[in-house]
């Protein structure tokens, strides 16, 4: 399982677009790469998951270089509701155990 | 997405007392759950991976006499916290595998030993 590496901690304003880098050098030919949002108290949500180029669903973008080593998540326009710890994974799932890196606490202020 | 119900959300045990914490896909078959056990402000930290029909496989310092496991069905794990002391108050949260390449969490059960 590759592991990952996340900035700890990101501050943003309502309104701006937030990318969360996060590096996995040594990603698998079989790993995708999936993100979770989590909130405090609550289970992790899935939020987006790929394997190559860009993925773009009604939430979130997911950029992916093509050494895939390193993968972005942007998040467009954040709200106040946006704060919370974000965790990106990188696994074969049917083989891999789920193993949580420290992901990234973002703060959205007024 | 698929959706994973966990119960209780919250329960307050008395010490020495067991707990049993639910798992649950309401909407898709999981061969592959996963539970974890999370400290504040920290990462979630797996404690043991549970496939239906078989025994759960326990991550390095996790003892599996304390947090048994049951996969006995394709829509339910259970997770039960065997004579409990207040060192085993934490938040503890399943997750289970649809597909391969898929995992949907549950809420969380917050447990309080008291």
């Known amino acids: 399982l590759a592991k990952t590496t996340q900035p700890i901690s990101m501050d943003s304003y309502e309104g701006q677009e937030v990318n969360i880098t996060c590096s996995h050098n040594?990603?698998?030919?079989?790993?995708?790469i999936t993100w979770y949002q989590q909130f405090p108290s609550q289970g992790p949500r899935f939020i987006i998951q790929?394997?190559?180029t860009k993925v773009t669903n009604e939430v979130a973008s997911l950029f992916i270089p093509a050494d895939r080593k390193s993968s972005t998540l942007s998040l467009p326009r954040v709200s106040l509701s946006d704060t919370a710890v974000y965790y990106c994974?990188?696994?074969?799932?049917?083989?891999?155990?789920?193993?949580f890196g420290t992901g990234t606490r973002l703060q959205v202020f007024p | 997405g698929a959706v994973v119900s966990q119960h209780p959300s919250r329960v307050i045990c008395k010490s020495g007392t067991s707990v049993k914490i639910e798992c649950r896909s309401l909407?898709?078959?999981?061969?592959?759950m996963f539970w974890y056990r999370q400290f504040p402000k920290k990462s979630l930290m797996l404690m043991a991976t549970?496939?239906?029909?078989?025994?759960?496989?326990?991550e390095q310092g996790v003892e599996k006499d304390k947090f048994l496991i049951n996969h006995a069905s394709l829509t339910l794990s259970t997770l039960t916290v065997t004579s409990a002391h207040p060192e085993d108050s934490s938040f503890y949260i399943c997750?289970?595998?649809?597909?391969?390449?898929?995992?949907?969490f549950g809420q969380g059960t917050r447990l309080t030993v008291v």
């Open positions: 790929g394997y190559k």
């Open positions: 997750s289970a595998l649809q597909g391969t390449t898929e995992a949907f």
């Open positions: 549970s496939n239906e029909g078989s025994k759960a496989t326990y």
């Open positions: 909407d898709f078959q999981a061969t592959t």
């Open positions: 994974l990188v696994g074969a799932l049917h083989t891999d155990k789920l193993i």
């Open positions: 040594n990603i698998a030919t079989n790993d995708y």
